[in-house]
């Protein structure tokens, strides 16, 4: 029999017992909806206690209308946004932001996924040339795809380039909850502190299911966003039960257990794939995800028990993800079959 649990996804996890059992909670009798009910103004409250006074929190479905939503609401279609050659916004939302925004996304170079001041520089030209598009956003993922994490410096640069242009930063904080427990900040010292404008914030990924909001740092930059939610087709109507999940998330430090955890059992299937002969560990693993280049032919092998992505086709390399119900014991049984089928290739 396949395990029941694999280490493709931080998305094929299931959700935590915590957060169906607030689910099952708010499900007594009727609450208004679209929002306007209790259920979801205690979630904005704790979104308020977090990121503090002034942010304004907004609940939406999933991550890409998360990050569609925030590049919508600070550009207009000749604006750019800048961001980094493996951004899920550029790879994996299926055009989405440009589509949504009329923007274009220009894609630059990274060093271990991070976008560096110098790249962003490169990027940033034609302004005032009515022949260019005008950049406006510099969109960082945290973590980011390749599970590393921005220093707080890091942020705090590209944060300082954007101000000074008139520019925002917006984050990608799908496993923001798996950085700021890397880097041993809460969620305000994480986001907004470092000069963050607009987080797109991950619930799905650290235990919740169809849980995503976007955090504005600012009142002024929210204005009539909750128009464009409407418009962009992300309000939900029994939004107490999405509500639900996030004040669980943010309640007794959930979404930190939950990350820490998962990081930690990324670090466990990373010390144990160091040692099989003929596995190199491609990215310093920061967050809950291990790159790895294994030998080709031990893939299909590994994929026939474990379903997994191949992150690079050439390069061999694989993703590997740990969630927060992943075990050590799963490591260990993973890591063996790893460990037998390379040995049987290599
Ligand atoms: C970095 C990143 N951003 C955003 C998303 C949001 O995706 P979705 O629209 O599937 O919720 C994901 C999900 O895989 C992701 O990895």
Redesign the pocket.
Known sequence: MKPSRSFA?D?NAGVHPKIIKAISAVNEGHAVGYGDDAYTKSALRKFREHFGRGSEAFIVF??????VLSFSALTNSYHAVICAEA???YV??CGAPEKFSGCKLVPVPTVSGKLTVEAVQRAYHGIGDQHHVQPRIISI?QS??VGTVYKVDEVKALARFAHERGMFLHM?G??IANAAASLKLNLRQATRELGVDVL?F?G??NGAMGA?AVVFFSSELARDFLYRRKQGMQLASKMRYISAQLDALLSDDLWLRNARHSNRMAKLLERELKEIPGIEIAYKVEANGVFARIPRHAIAKIQQRYFFYVWDEAEAMVRWMCSWDTTEEDVKVFVSFVAKTVGEVF
């Open positions: 996804s998305n999933n991550g890409t209308a998360a990050n951004a899920h916004v994996d939302e993922t980011t795809e990608d799908a496993r797109s991950g799905t990924k995503e």
